[in-house]
């Protein structure tokens, strides 16, 4: 990968250069005009991990940059894999970026804490909490256990210990984000090492957007594919009569049930279930008790809400979003996007095409459309 080189006074340039590529990649389908939703033009990750690394009495965070090696021309195709050391990283929160250094202050010369670290975790929140989790190329004791507690206390965040077979939480396993939307505040638990949206800034303008775009559905339902943690959810749940949202993780299924207890919300049900299993439920071909419980024939779907892997939609999947009268799609990746339309377009055609940069200074671009059934 490479190091975002983080330069504010360019942001515009940069995002001007991905409006220009998606207008570009996406003419062939004539969608409206773009709407474009920046970032800040630094500090606006809210979750990052770096490599630890070890030189005699020092250490400092690190990531590598990886290149194709010129130099071996019995095997071109060999990657050279470079260390970036980072005394500080822009992109990342300021809260990630004042703990870096008081981290490594406090654990480098302190044994318990430092043997065999190899990695940390920060998770963050624009309220404030932070979660730190370090990890282990050994076996976590009681001795680190004391240590850490007290780096805890010095810190004034959470702590995770890892290492094989092992998962030491010294308070709790997650933060909790507030998200203030259309004047609303949305409440977020975001459970350590599962998924959540990395750019809050750019996700309060997500949330804003879909509402939008979903707004005037009172008298029917919504089903979300690929729910995360209920970060749509929560804040679509008021627009809808109904919400049938799944997910196959067991623990983004657990924080979406506890998210929409935590906001209040009682017109939603979370099922385990991927998306292709909820397809053949629809149609008939799936049963059993799960299936049974949420009584599908009672639901009366206008909507579908689909926020896919990079690896976007396959073929059944797209032709089961057809059948909706309205399609909201998210999507991290402008080429499988670009495919999926190529079928959805068929049916429907794009009324809503925003561009979300939720990845300043790289080639990532972040996408919202909303298609509506031609008849």
Known sequence: ????????????????????????DFSRFAPPALEVYPSPPSHYRQRCEFRIWHEGDDLFYAMFEIQESEEDTENPKKKKKTVIRLDDYPVASRQINDLMPRLLDAIRDNDP????????????????????????????????????????????????????KQRWVLERDHVWERLEVEGREFVYQQVENSFTQPNAQICRSMLAWARDVTRDSESADLVELYCGNGN????????????????????SVASARQNLAANGIDNVTVGRMSAEEFAAALKGEKGG??????????????????????????DASCRQLSGYSRIVYISCNPETLASNLERLTETHRITRFALFDQFPWTHHCECGVLLERRD
């Open 289 to 314: 008790r799960r299936v049974a419980e949420w009584a599908l024939d009672d639901y009366s779907f206008s909507t579908v809400l689909v926020d896919p892997p990079r690896a976007g939609l396959d």
């Open 232 to 251: 749509f959810t929560v804040a679509l749940a008021e627009n809808f009569r109904r919400v049938l949202a799944t997910e196959i993780s067991r623990t």
């Open 1 to 24: 990968m490479a190091i975002p080189v983080v330069d504010p006074d360019r942001y515009d340039q940069q995002l001007e250069a991905k409006r220009e590529r998606i207008v570009r």
């Open 113 to 164: 804490l430092r043997r065999r670290l190899f990695q940390v975790e920060f998770l963050t929140t624009l309220s404030g909490e932070a979660l730190v989790t370090l990890i282990y190329h050994r076996q976590l004791d009681e001795a680190w256990e004391a240590e850490a507690r007290r780096l805890q206390e010095r810190l004034g965040v959470m702590i995770i210990g890892r290492a094989r």
